[in-house]
């Protein structure tokens, strides 16, 4: 089809039909003029009189001068008042074109008029009328029909043409047309001289082009119907109602309309330009929009445009009212759209939608051509209106959300073209709202959404406590989401973000004293991926507050989780007694219910048991091990394995600590110490231990093995300089020993006191000395019988007992204050050794100033016997050794006393023996008679 010419300018389809409707009007009245001077009266029998060829011919030269011919097979006068014309043809000039055919046009007039040379029309017919198009505008480049089936009449009273009817078809619509049209309509006033006269072909050739075009955007209509009311107005205009039905309505998008009426106005003047004159009015019932909305029921009002011929645009405003819509399963109360249409297609929109207290307010724009939207939206919803949707009613729990208050939103929605979304922004501000355990005052959130991303850019939650702001962003393809918050908060309120079962485990046991944590926090995952999908760093800064009832002035830390790995790094804790720096790393299973393990390291000045309490319950056993009053300074790192591990319960760890104050380790009550700890699941070894105990120096290493049941504790210890009184008060295990002097002082006591010899000695006094001792060996820490090793033991300046050789006189003597007969024991040294569990002493010593006693021996500590020989020297302690000799020689009675200490620890008996020749012999030495040995 070739374009239109450039001055023509394409108009919507109603227009068209307008133009076409008129120019069928005209085509009509100027045949009725043409026709009025070649009509001649001739007066026969029957009534009809063939006219002359003449007359045609004289027709056809005055519509030559308007470019058009006509043709007709037989041309005959009426006598009753009438001219017929049978196989009527109007074309033009042009390319002898063929426009109107018509099986027969009947013309009316009054006869007696003709006596005063005077003809005018006073009816008019045609019958089986129809127009086509010339082949230069028919798609199908030949000439077919674009108006079919046309019937008309019309009769002239007065001054005004009564159409009885127009009935004819064109673009799919079946019109009929009646009513009254002012003959001033039709006056054929002067046109003004600037003005050229309208090209009839070209507007012909349009009319045409209108009504094919208006045939293809119609064909979504079903059976349309459209009704023409013409009134005669008294001002002289010309008034147009029309009615418009249509079976239904489907447009290529899925869109439907149901039966609908449309009623409005149009007015012509004598000037014969259509001008509006009130709004279109559109019933519409049962819209539909596919997967969308429905709509029972819809009022359209539409305001057509007033151009400077006639209608030449489209409406310029449309108003919709919306009752009973539905959409994705949700009722609404109503909607309003104004629409303005001057720039069709793009269509400028201002709508509203309603449901009881809920509004929402948009405006913007609509093509409908290219199917885009660039709309505004402003509103408060209530959000838990849309979980009534079927949508929500398949998911298994619907989200733990309240509002207070209807939210306040505003949004920005574009669809590019074929509706084809493009993004929405959207900025929300509500009152107190509750989601979940986070009770918030307020919330403001700016979002974005766009294909396949959703962007909450800024939010920030403020409750009474504090206020958090952050974003939110989700890739809707993935379900890859990222939270970004920074702000005071209170952890456990935004467990729902986190969602991990550690976040709750961690801040569960905080008690928040002076103020709320301060954290930044970059949590990212997978909906759906689980564990190894997540990842969150978080910077947390926590003011005074106490965990799991321990005060604390202040914790810092960084959280980092990848994947199965937790790891909180820079972990500063400040406290009134120490701080801590540590770094710890928890390591999970991808669906395990617990974690694997628990890596760490650490630095701390605190106490034992808060280091304990913060790892977590697994220390809680290693809590009581040192027992200080002032906290160690202590160098840790470690790695303890939870149950969803195979090494459940093993733990690795490293502890190099210096405590120093008074500690208790294992009972032992140091002065204070310094240690390294090594500990893995079969053995604990504590080395290069420096210690003060009892005022001297004890170093040496320990070592503890565990396989299955046996246990195994392997000891090299020396102690040096210590304080005999220190270590019956430092050392619980001596307190038996300490107990059974007490025994013997009190029993001294009493002889004492029975023979006035007694003295009082303070408990000091008692135990005064200073001991050396070492081991080296070890055994089954809890059956000490088992035990093998060997050492040496010494004790001087000590009071260790006073011997009479004399008896009564001895004692007078001493009373006297002269020492002979009488001597005291201040020192003793000896080796020992643990085997089969028994106590082997092969040499000891116990000296004096003037004497000495030789001993050697065994303790049985499972029958808890002893077995010792212990020999007197009286001389013996003297310090020069050929004196010694000499006095051992010149006193032989003295060298063979000799005393066997046999029995139960508790009650030994004594045997006295005298060996004359025990200077020359030495001592007799005790065998080994324990049970363990006979079967050696």
Not at 117 to 122: A, K, Q, T, V
Not at 394 to 423: C, I, M
Not at 503 to 509: A, C, G, P, T, V
Not at 820 to 830: L, R, Y
Request: proline share 5%.
């Amino acid at each position: 089809m070739p374009p239109s010419e450039p001055h023509q300018t394409a108009s919507p389809w109603p227009r068209r039909i307008l133009r076409g409707f008129l120019l069928l009007i005209n085509l009509f009245l100027l045949l009725v003029f043409l026709l009025q001077g070649a009509l001649i009266f001739w007066l026969w029998p029957d009534g009809e009189i063939d006219l002359p060829q003449s007359i045609l011919e004289k027709i056809n030269e005055e519509l030559a001068k308007e470019g058009l011919h006509f043709q007709t097979k037989d041309l005959e006068l009426d006598l009753r008042g009438y001219i017929a014309a049978k196989e009527v043809t109007l074309g033009f000039s042009e390319g002898e074109t063929e426009a109107f055919s018509a099986e027969r046009i009947l013309i009316g007039f009054q006869p007696w008029d003709l006596l005063i040379g005077h003809f005018s029309l006073d009816e008019v017919r045609i019958i089986g009328g129809k127009l086509d198009c010339p082949p230069v505008v028919s798609p199908t480049g030949v000439r077919e029909t674009v108006v079919h089936d046309i019937y008309l009449r019309a009769r002239q009273k007065r001054h005004t043409w009564m159409v009885e009817n127009i009935n004819f078809e064109a673009a799919g619509f079946r019109i009929a047309v009646h009513g009254e049209v002012p003959t001033d309509i039709f006056s054929g006033k002067k046109k003004d001289k600037d003005k050229k006269d309208d090209d009839i072909y070209a507007i012909y050739q349009d009319a045409c082009r209108y009504i094919l075009e208006a045939g293809e955007e119609t064909k979504a209509l079903e059976n349309p119907l459209l009704l023409i009311l013409l009134e005669d107005m008294d001002s002289g205009e010309l008034g147009l109602h029309a009615n418009f039905q249509s079976d239904a309505c489907s447009f290529p998008n899925g869109a439907s309309i149901g039966p609908n009426t449309i009623l409005g106005t149009l007015l012509m003047g004598s000037d014969q330009v259509l001008r509006a004159n009130q709004p279109v009015i559109a019933t519409l019932h049962d819209l539909k929009w596919p997967e969308m909305a429905t709509s029972q029921s819809a009022e359209l009002l539409i305001t057509l445009h007033q151009g400077e011929k006639g209608v030449v645009h489209m409406p310029d405003y449309a108003t919709l009212f919306l009752y009973r819509l539905q959409g994705k399963g949700l009722n609404f109360g109503g909607a309003l759209a104004l629409a303005n249409l001057t720039k069709l297609p793009a269509l400028r929109l201002h709508a509203g939608i309603k449901e009881q207290n809920n509004w929402v307010e948009s405006y913007g724009d609509i093509n409908i051509l290219e199917q885009t939207v660039d709309m505004h939206l402003d509103g408060r919803w209530d959000p838990k209106f849309f979980l009534q949707a079927p949508a929500f009613a398949e998911l298994k729990t619907l989200p733990d959300l309240e509002f207070s208050e209807r939210p306040y939103f505003r949004a920005h929605v574009v669809f590019d073209q074929g509706w084809a979304f493009n993004r929405t922004w959207m900025q929300l501000d509500s009152g107190p709202t509750r989601y979940e355990t986070l009770q918030a005052e307020s919330i403001f959130a700016n979002t974005v959404l766009v294909p396949g991303e959703l962007d909450i850019k800024q939010a920030t939650i403020r409750t009474k406590d504090y206020s958090v702001s952050g974003s939110y962003t989700q890739d809707l393809k993935t379900n890859d989401y990222r939270f970004l918050l920074n702000g005071t908060v209170r952890p456990l309120d935004i467990s729902f973000l986190v969602d991990e079962d550690w976040w709750d485990e961690l801040w569960k046991d905080f008690d928040f004293d002076k103020g709320l944590p301060r954290a930044s926090l970059d949590f990212r995952g997978r909906y759906g991926g689980g564990r190894e999908h997540k990842e969150m760093f978080c910077r947390a800064t926590i003011p005074a507050c106490s965990y799991r009832k321990v005060p604390v002035t202040g914790v810092s830390a960084y959280i980092w989780q990848r994947m199965m790995t937790l790891d909180i790094l820079d972990l500063f804790i400040q406290s009134d007694q120490g701080n801590t720096l540590a770094d710890l790393q928890f390591l999970y299973v991808p669906k395990g219910e617990d974690r694997r393990s628990l890596a760490f390291t650490g630095n701390s000045t605190m106490p034992t048991n808060h280091i304990c309490t913060f790892i977590g319950p697994e220390a809680d056993p290693y809590k009581e091990i040192f027992i200080t009053k002032t906290p160690p300074h202590s160098l840790a790192a470690g790695i303890i394995y939870g149950k969803d591990s195979k090494q459940n319960g093993d733990l690795y760890l490293k502890i190099d600590a210096n405590f120093p104050d008074e500690t208790t380790f294992d009972d032992i009550s140091f002065d204070k110490i310094a240690l390294e700890v090594v500990r893995n699941p079969q053995e604990v070894a504590i080395n290069n231990i420096n210690a003060s105990l009892a005022e001297g120096q004890l170093t040496g290493n320990a070592t503890l093995t565990e396989n299955g049941e046996t246990k195994d504790l392997q000891l090299d210890l020396d102690l040096k300089n210590a304080s005999l009184y220190g270590l019956f008060t430092k050392v619980p295990a001596l307190n038996k020993v300490q107990k059974n002097t007490e025994e013997v002082e009190a029993k001294e006591k009493a002889e004492g006191e029975a023979t006035g010899e007694a003295k009082s000695t303070s408990e000091k006094d008692k135990f005064v000395g200073i001991m050396d001792v070492n081991f080296k060996g070890g055994g089954n820490p809890d059956e000490l019988a088992d035990f093998n090793g060997e050492g040496k033991a010494s004790l001087r300046e000590a009071h260790l007992g006073r011997l009479h050789l004399f008896g009564g006189l001895s004692r007078l003597l001493d009373g006297l204050g002269i020492g002979f007969g009488t001597v005291d024991f201040t020192a003793a040294q000896g080796d020992y050794q643990l085997k089969d569990g028994n106590l082997h002493v092969p040499s000891a010593e116990i000296n004096g100033p003037t004497a000495r006693i030789d001993a050697n021996g065994f303790y049985y500590i499972k029958e808890n016997n002893l077995d010792f020989i212990l020999s007197l020297y009286p001389l013996g302690g003297i310090s020069v050794p050929v004196v010694a000799q000499v006095l051992s020689v010149l006193d032989p009675i003295s060298n063979t006393i000799e005393v066997e200490l046999k029995g139960p620890i508790d009650d030994p008996k004594w045997s006295t023996s005298f060996r004359l020749m025990r200077a020359f012999t030495g001592q007799q030495k005790v065998q080994d008679s324990s049970s363990s040995s006979s079967t050696n």
